[in-house]
């Protein structure tokens, strides 16, 4: 079948004539038929549509129709076909040759002879909405309401064009308007000399500029959506004046009605533009800032510490970028990297799940202000260990052996400094450090990988096991440092402790016994306090303990939980000691169990809560045996 006999573009032409989208069926199908029988002779093509025409016109409607080209609506008075493209069609045609229309206003609903109802198009003031408009994402083509009407200041009436054609079709057939009415009223000379007041000494850019509009005009479009000063003054200036001229005269010719139109839209747009070329200029010196910011110590942010970043005035940078704007912006600097390189921006990943960011650049100087911040608590930390035990006469391995004295280092490093941890823990700092390496060269000292192993934690942190050693003796009276005077007392002391210990615990057990003995059915009610209904206490013992023991080696998690209860029992043992009543409540469950939770070992451990709650069902589990 010819492209013109097809449905569709019969229904096409049918609507166009009628300046209507809407088709009553029975009207349609009988016209159709009549139309085939008179054309048939001269285009045999239209025989087709002779017999059994409405069969033939419903069984093609039903295709259409699934192809969304049209739409079937039945009323009181029978059925219609809605035709959705007309209104669109009809505001397509009218700008299909911009050029020849320069000299008539915009289209409207008067010009096209149309009605358009409100709900197949978007109204919109051009003082108050339009700018708000332009600054709304969608698609090119966005389907609901392509047709725009835009309600112009004052008596210039209104203009319809479709979304696609904003702002650039729009605003060339602005520019086509004006030039239009510069030629037809030949007031180029008069208009250049007004504007030579207000640009002194710019004659040259203002004759370009006058040429441009009147030769090239669709080339101002795109100088004035990146304007200059000058370009953004110029249409301004220039707008105001034939604004100015126009609105002298009583009646208004078609041309004059146009270029009064089209400074409209110029002038808005021109004020668009130059709005979003500052907020554009604002954003770059935001994001500059940012980069200065990150440039400076202490070199490790997190993403909220980035947010709160502020300039030299104190004015918060989030405000000129947006929050997704910034996240786009760290997602392309940790992704985006030229081969065998790092990207600017590396992510440094904490054990509590945490994650901060530091430039590539500032990565050796972030290893380094840790370092020093590092060496004096962990130094000290140490020297108080060390000192307690010389002071109880005892010793331990990391005295005597570098490789026991470098895990010593690294447990006091874990738990003082875990930003530096997970700085040296992270694959990326001997990747940074070599690509370093490359391209310039690197002091002896500054190296912190020998061979592609890290230097050893003494010699980073400059802690000698020795002097260390020496200065906790220091801190002791004379006689700790003479061994015969020292191996005595030690012996003595041990002796009188293990004694202590002995009776203590043979006392502790039988008292605990006893008094414990008569309050299992007390203890069994505490214990369903704290076990939900339908689980046992070693279930709940075992899900408590998944959520703060995360370590993922097995054997060294198992050793994390033994520590903990080992602790509990000594705690629970001793505070057993001193109960004389041997009541057990509540209270002094969770009392004892904040106190063990207080102990600074368990600083590491972050979910307290977790840990806190296993505290409590350890101790119901070991008071529910006779003995503890």
């Not at 004694?499 to 008292?511: I, V």
Request: charged share 30%; hydrophobic share 40%.
């Amino acid at each position: 079948m010819p492209q013109r006999t097809e449905l569709y573009n019969i229904l096409v032409n049918y609507t166009k004539k009628n300046r209507s989208p809407y088709v009553d069926i029975n009207a349609f199908i009988d016209t159709l038929g009549k139309h085939a029988k008179r054309r048939m002779e001269e285009e045999p093509e239209w025989t087709v549509w002779i017999n059994d025409t409405g069969a033939k016109v419903w069984a093609e409607l039903s295709r259409i129709a699934g192809e969304n080209k049209c739409e079937l609506r039945t009323n009181e008075s029978g059925t219609h076909i809605f035709m959705h493209h007309f209104y669109t069609d009809l505001v397509k045609a009218a700008y299909r040759s911009i050029d020849d229309s320069a000299d008539r206003p915009f289209p409207d609903e008067a010009s096209l002879q149309i009605t358009i109802p409100q709900d197949q198009m978007r109204i919109l003031y051009l003082e108050s909405d339009f700018n708000a408009y332009l600054e709304e994402s969608r698609p090119p083509e966005k389907p609901g309401n392509p047709i725009v009407k835009i309600i112009l200041p004052g008596d210039a009436g209104g203009i319809l064009v479709l979304e696609s054609m904003i702002p650039q079709t729009l605003i060339d057939a602005a520019m086509l308007k004006l030039r239009n009415y510069l030629r037809s009223h030949g007031n180029r000379e008069y208009l250049q000399h007004k504007l030579g007041i207000q640009f002194p000494g710019k004659e040259n850019q203002l004759k370009d500029m006058f040429n441009r509009i009147l030769i090239r005009p669709l080339d101002c479009t795109s100088a004035m959506m990146t304007p200059g000063d000058f370009i953004y003054y110029f249409w301004a200036f220039l707008c105001n004046s034939v604004r100015t001229d126009i609105k002298k005269k009583k009646e208004l010719l078609s041309e004059e009605s146009a270029a009064l139109q089209a400074v409209y839209i110029i002038e808005n747009l021109n004020n668009f533009f130059k709005t979003l070329a500052v907020r554009r200029r604002e954003k770059e010196l935001a994001f500059k800032e940012l980069e200065l910011r990150l440039d400076r110590s202490p070199y490790l942010f997190t993403l909220e510490d980035i947010v709160g970043f502020s300039d030299s005035k104190g004015v918060p940078l989030l405000g000129r970028f947006s929050r997704d704007e910034l996240e786009h912006y760290i997602r392309t600097k940790i992704t985006e990297h030229e081969e065998n390189a790092l990207p600017a921006l590396l992510v440094i990943r904490e054990k509590e799940g945490g994650q901060s960011f530091v430039k590539k650049s500032k990565l050796l100087l972030l290893c380094a202000r840790l370092l020093v911040d590092a060496r004096p608590k962990i130094k000290k930390a140490i020297l108080k260990r060390w000192s307690g035990l010389l002071k109880s006469y005892r010793r331990e391995a990391a005295m005597d052996s570098d490789r026991e004295f470098e895990r010593l280092l690294s447990q006091y490093t874990a738990e003082l400094t875990p930003g530096l941890t997970a700085v040296l823990q992270d694959q990326k700092l001997y990747m940074a450090c070599e690509e370093l390496e490359r391209n310039q060269a690197i002091n002896e000292s500054s190296r912190l990988f020998n061979k592609g192993v890290l230097i050893p934690l003494s010699v980073l942190l400059l802690a000698k096991r020795k002097d260390l050693l020496a200065d906790a003796r220091i801190m002791l009276p004379f006689w700790y440092n003479l061994p015969f005077i020292t191996a005595i007392l030690a012996f003595f002391k041990n002796l009188k402790q293990r004694r202590l210990q002995k009776r203590d615990a043979d006392k502790g057990e039988d008292e605990a016994g006893e008094e414990f003995k008569d309050n299992g059915e007390v203890i069994r009610k505490i214990a369903a306090v704290y076990v939900p209904r339908g689980k046992t206490l070693d279930s709940c013992l075992a899900e408590t303990a998944s959520r703060w023991s995360k370590l993922l080696n097995k054997k060294a998690r198992q050793n994390l939980i033994e520590d903990v209860n080992l602790l509990v029992r000594d705690r629970l043992r001793h505070t057993l000691r001193l109960q004389h009543n041997g009541k057990v409540t509540i209270n002094f469950i969770d009392t004892l169990a904040d106190k063990i939770l207080e102990t600074p070992s368990f600083m590491q451990i972050s979910d307290k809560n977790a840990l806190g709650v296993y505290i409590r069902l350890y101790i119901v589990k070991l008071m529910m045996n006779e003995k503890i």
